[in-house]
């Protein structure tokens, strides 16, 4: 697929994440209070919550796009999506009717501040990429047992927190928790020492199930996808996590990237997932190419410093696709929700620049990296900005997801010191 050319020259520049190609919904405002839905198309958002109030979208007999969020429109269903993009894409084409109509409506993105962009119901998180298994089951319990016995057979997942999950450009705290490392006879309760990163997808469920689903339905069910940050306490998690998998290592915080881009953007980026080495068993099985060819990197920067790109990889490298993870999700009869998101587990390559997180990329911190500045990472410092990008490359134009970045607080002195604490 080439570059659909917009009337909005920015949007027509092979750099910008957000041709109308693209067309990903977010949740902006230009004052703190008034929190409103836009759509990116080049450095513009064109802002359809006023357009909705002024009348110039009629999607539904009530305003969905009033509350700021995208939860009321992703409700409306499959058929209500394809319906609306196509509106946008015939507004914002070249030779569009009603230009100076619709350009009252476009905000510059450099003077607008991002919010979440839909409600999140749940939060699931997953383990499904399989260089990034095989790196962390060989650190944990040597390279013959590296990847447990069911790992090729499911996608493991757990469930995580919707209430940590922040959007980009929101400030991290490094967490205390329980420590206690081999060599120590008991744990104390400390700051995390080795907080890390994890490079990630999150796919947004945008209809609700009530049982059981094939993976060609749960394909059907997801809206769209972000890039997803999730942050990672390694030694909290390494005393915490038998027999129930994580829980506060992983509940800091989950940070995403503002711009939801829609499934029917990366249609011409599918690709099959990599071979199977076991069959799966038939609920599982790949209904058609379902995993997409998305470009990823992760820079980081120390505090007043140059960033540094430490890992490039690309989603194709998993071994499980967002849709057998929510087919997977549903066997019980678990339902789902609209506004669930799920995350991909993170993405790490074969090679070692290609690794999603410092635990791999050091070697557990048995080998630091060493950043442009000179300065040497084993794990986060103080002060640490991390950014994610990500973009599917078409020919003269890119399906960007816009940064997914966040900064590490140093812990707190005392994390219950607070007004009125018993
Ligand atoms: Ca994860």
């Keep these: 697929m080439t570059l659909l050319r917009s009337w909005i020259d920015s949007a027509n520049s092979a750099t910008t994440d957000f041709p109308l190609n693209n067309l990903p919904y977010g949740s902006f405002s230009t004052d703190e209070s008034h929190v409103r839905c836009g759509v990116a198309i080049g450095d513009r958002i064109l802002d359809v919550s006023s357009m909705e109030e002024d009348g110039f979208l009629d999607l539904s007999e009530e305003f969905v796009f009033a509350v700021g969020d995208w939860s009321d429109f992703m409700a409306l269903g499959p058929a209500v999506w394809a319906t609306f993009r196509a509106r946008l894409t015939a507004m914002l084409v070249e030779g569009a009717a009603d230009q100076t109509e619709i350009a009252r409506y476009l905000v510059p993105m450099d003077a607008a501040q991002m919010h979440l962009p839909f409600a999140i119901s749940e939060y699931t998180d997953f383990y499904a990429g399989r260089h990034h298994a095989t790196n962390v089951g060989t650190m944990f319990r040597g390279a013959e047992n590296a990847l447990p016995p069911n790992w090729l057979h499911m996608p493991i997942g757990?469930?995580?927190r919707a209430s940590s999950v922040v959007v980009s450009g929101t400030e991290v705290r490094r967490p205390w928790g329980q420590l206690k490392a081999p060599t120590e006879e008991t744990p104390r309760f400390a700051p995390c020492a080795r907080f890390d990163l994890e490079l990630e997808m999150g796919a947004i469920v945008g209809v609700g199930s009530d049982g059981p689903v094939s993976v060609a339905e749960a394909d059907a069910m997801i809206f769209g996808y972000v890039l997803l940050n999730d942050w990672s306490a390694r030694d909290i998690q390494a005393w915490e996590y038998q027999p129930l998998g994580p829980f506060q290592s992983k509940a800091t915080a989950t940070t995403i990237s503002p711009w939801i881009?829609?499934?029917?953007?990366?249609?011409?980026?599918?690709?099959?997932?990599?071979?199977?080495?076991?069959?799966?068993?038939?609920?599982?099985?790949?209904?058609?190419?379902?995993?997409?060819?998305?470009?990823l990197e992760v820079g980081l920067a120390p505090e007043g410093a140059a960033e540094t790109v430490i890992a490039r990889t690309n989603y194709r490298e998993m071994y499980y696709s967002s849709a057998q993870q929510l087919a997977h999700h549903s066997t019980s009869g678990c339902p789902m929700n609209v506004g669930d998101l799920l995350g991909s587990g993170t993405i790490s390559g074969p090679t070692k620049d290609s690794r999603g997180s410092l635990l791999e990329l050091s070697w557990g911190g048995k080998e630091p990296i060493t950043l442009e500045t000179g300065e040497t990472r084993s794990f986060l410092e103080d002060g640490d900005t991390l950014t994610l990008r990500g973009a599917a490359l078409g020919d003269g134009y890119r399906v960007g997801f816009g940064a997914c970045t966040g900064t590490v607080l140093p812990a707190l002195a005392d994390p219950f010191a607070r007004e009125g604490a018993l």
């Design 158 to 160: 757990y469930n995580g």
């Design 261 to 295: 881009v829609p499934k029917a953007a990366l249609e011409p980026f599918r690709c099959e997932t990599p071979a199977r080495e076991v069959p799966l068993l038939p609920h599982l099985q790949d209904a058609g190419p379902m995993l997409y060819d998305i470009a």
